[in-house]
């Protein structure tokens, strides 16, 4: 017999239905609360990463936004343009490693496999490439 159907000749069976129903929230409750989880989750993301000479030290928000710039004392000894380009290179240092965590949290949360979660990790993505060189190698404006 198959579920909803009595004896498969169209006739519905109301408990069967019910079931399918019943199951169907189920999963619908289950996505949500795993969305939810997953937004919480990404919304408190901070990453902080420091240059390996010790230049700089930058943190950057979910959105990959910078919220925290450190200089340590050696800047002074240092050219201004070392400088920038290091502090560009750590900020996107610091959102590689924001986009591998987040990625991470969505595997856990709402999967990778689902139509949403492809969305979700494509979107993720896309907002954490940042500037790229630009042909004068120096930092698009």
Partial sequence: MTAGVAGGDGILDPGGAMDRIAAWRGQIDKLAADTKAMSERLQELRVSATDPNG???????????LVDLRLGQRIQRVDPDVVARTIMAT????????????QE????????????????????????????????GGWER
């Fill in 55 to 65: 230049l700089v030290e930058v943190t950057v928000d979910s959105t990959g936004a």
């Fill in 105 to 136: 949290i969505l595997a856990e949360t709402v999967g990778t496999d689902s139509p949403a979660g492809r969305a979700v990790a494509e979107r993720i993505g896309r907002q954490l490439q940042g500037p790229e060189p630009d042909r004068f």
């Fill in 91 to 102: 900020i996107q240092e610091a959102r590689g490693v924001l986009a591998g965590r987040a």
